[in-house]
């Protein structure tokens, strides 16, 4: 099972960490999950995961309830990047 780092900006960090809109849109694919905050970067977030169905996860995170769940979150879309573990 592949862990996968997603990093990306949002909105309101303390938002960010304190939704459960994650866990309840990816709690059947992807697993331990642990948040991260960028250090110097106040709004840069990340995210990494073992994700065993990585298309799975990326249908669910480009469905409108992915993208209605990152409008709630304040994720910015355009600034998301995943890495796969190799």
């Known amino acids: 099972m592949p ?3 997603a990093m990306h900006n949002v909105d309101n960090v303390e938002h960010w960490l304190s ?3 994650r866990d309840e849109i990816f709690k059947e694919v ?3 999950m642990v948040t991260f905050v960028h250090p110097s970067e106040p709004n840069k977030v990340g995210l990494s995961a073992n994700i065993p169905d ?3 996860f990326l249908e669910i ?3 409108p ?3 209605a769940a990152m409008k709630h979150d304040g994720v910015q879309p355009d600034t998301i990047v995943l890495m796969v573990e190799a």
Request: glycine share 6%.
């Open 3 to 5: 862990r996968v780092i």
């Open 19 to 21: 939704s459960p809109k």
């Open 30 to 32: 992807a697993f331990d």
């Open 54 to 56: 990585l298309d799975r």
């Open 61 to 63: 995170n480009s469905s």
């Open 65 to 67: 309830i992915g993208q």
